[in-house]
């Protein structure tokens, strides 16, 4: 079988080629749109973008895909997701729509706490059977690469058992997945309840809990719920300093609900990106432009609680910080995995311009991974991975509200999601 593909036939490629790094300011309009050209893959990484004859006549012996007049975009990065739980948490869509707040919910042991309670007595197997098909899903939606967080364990024993499922799963899918321990997304309720209990909870997540994810090469990142009510700033930087210190990459959830420092902390640590920001201060947008932090916004997940308010989308582009668009996909406050729905949001609610979308949700999805010099674009040197779309233009992308228009997708050259088989050759 031949190790080369020749993409034919597409009536734009969307290559976001440019700079290895995350796009600010300006750049980020810029989504490197062609015509009239086709896209050549060796052994798994783009070698060219360039006019069909050429490359016909320079490689007789790539297999062709045909894109019909399609769109050949980078493969989606959805960089925030909890994709590891057992059962949907459904009914408190109606306590909220009750008038009961997020804080409230996991006050009386629901949200994050309801889905630890789950998730503690289910095995590895059953885990993985459960996510397997919702990372599917995504691949569907033409995300091919997909960061994954532990976080719904809380303990040492199930918070390993989570990342071992995201290894499985990595070892099994046609996704790239990117591992995250999120040990610190909650105080656990027995902890909260004891005096001292809070301190003892953090001291477990840096002296047991970090160790041991290290030793066994289990996660790429850190991650910290950094926000009023759940760990403080101050909590939060010893946190994260002890993952970095054990070879972890850092990142934060940051001022999702409050403004609460954490934009601020992130930036100080150099955080690779600061996440949510929702309620994001001044002082927080202009600590994490000198830092240069990804800021991945998440609008799903506020549009699912209920809110008026998101990021300030615009306010961060304007002050030089990178901006990333991510599902937040989870059992609780955003359980979609419907990527091109981001992109909606990201035009209708964050009133970015389509190609800002774009390139919020791959160039720049692929720095909020420490990725930007392996994929989110499609460009000589770059991995193979590329979404195949049923639109005429880019800007159908956010516009056709919620419908699956993904025909194929590849990672590293291979098929991840071939609606038509043919396609993959």
């Not at 997701?81 to 009386?108: C, K, N, P, S, V």
């Not at 909606?344 to 160039?363: D, F, H, P, Y």
């Not at 159908?396 to 609606?419: D, Q």
Request: aromatic content about 4%; glycine content about 8%; overall charge negative.
């Amino acid at each position: 079988m031949t190790n080369a593909l020749l993409f034919v036939g597409a009536r734009q490629i969307v290559t976001c080629a440019g700079p290895s790094r995350a796009r600010v300011g300006r750049e980020l309009n810029d989504a490197a749109v062609v015509t009239n050209r086709a896209l050549l893959v060796r052994d798994g990484n783009i070698t060219a973008v360039a006019p069909e004859s050429e490359l016909h006549a320079a490689n007789s012996d790539a297999a062709i895909v045909e894109c019909a007049g399609g769109v050949l975009t980078p493969g989606f990065v959805d960089s925030h997701t909890h994709a590891i739980f057992g059962r949907a948490r459904y009914e408190e869509q109606e306590l909220r729509a009750a008038g009961i707040d997020y804080m409230e919910i996991a006050r009386r042991g629901g949200g994050i706490h309801a889905s630890v309670r789950d998730l503690r007595v289910r095995s590895e197997d059953e885990l993985f059977v459960l996510a397997a098909p919702r990372l599917m899903r995504l691949a569907a939606s033409g995300v091919t690469t997909v960061e994954v967080k532990s976080g719904y364990g809380l303990t040492l024993d199930d918070e390993l058992k989570t990342l071992r499922v995201v290894r499985r799963l990595a070892e099994t899918l046609p996704l790239r997945i990117v591992p995250t321990f999120l040990g610190a997304h909650e105080i656990p309720l027995d902890f909260r309840e004891r005096t001292g209990g809070r301190r003892e909870y953090v001291d477990r997540v840096i002296h047991d809990m970090i160790p041991a994810v290290a030793a066994e090469g289990l996660a790429r990142f850190a991650d910290v719920f950094c926000e009023p009510g759940v760990f403080t700033v101050e909590e939060s930087r010893e946190l994260l300093t002890a993952a970095r210190a054990a070879g972890l990459g850092v990142k934060l959830h940051a001022d999702e609900l409050a403004p609460g420092g954490g934009a601020e902390l992130a930036a100080e640590l150099r955080a690779t990106s600061a996440d949510h920001l929702a309620a994001v201060s001044d002082a927080g947008i202009a600590a994490l432009a000198s830092a240069g932090t990804v800021a991945t916004l998440l609008p799903a997940t506020m549009l699912f609680l209920g809110k008026r308010q998101q990021a300030p989308a615009r306010q961060l582009i304007e002050a030089g910080v990178p901006i990333a668009l991510a599902t937040d996909f989870n059992p609780g406050t955003s359980p979609t995995t419907n990527f091109p729905l981001v992109l909606t949001l990201g035009v209708s609610q964050l009133r970015l311009s389509a190609a800002e979308a774009i390139v919020a949700t791959t160039a720049n999805g692929a720095a909020a991974l420490a990725l930007a010099d392996r994929t989110g674009q499609l460009a000589p040197g770059c991995s193979a991975d590329l979404a195949l779309w049923d639109v005429e233009d880019f800007r159908e992308l956010p516009y056709w509200l919620g419908e699956g228009r993904c025909v194929a997708s590849w990672t590293r050259g291979k098929p991840c999601h071939p609606r038509d088989l043919a396609l993959a050759c």
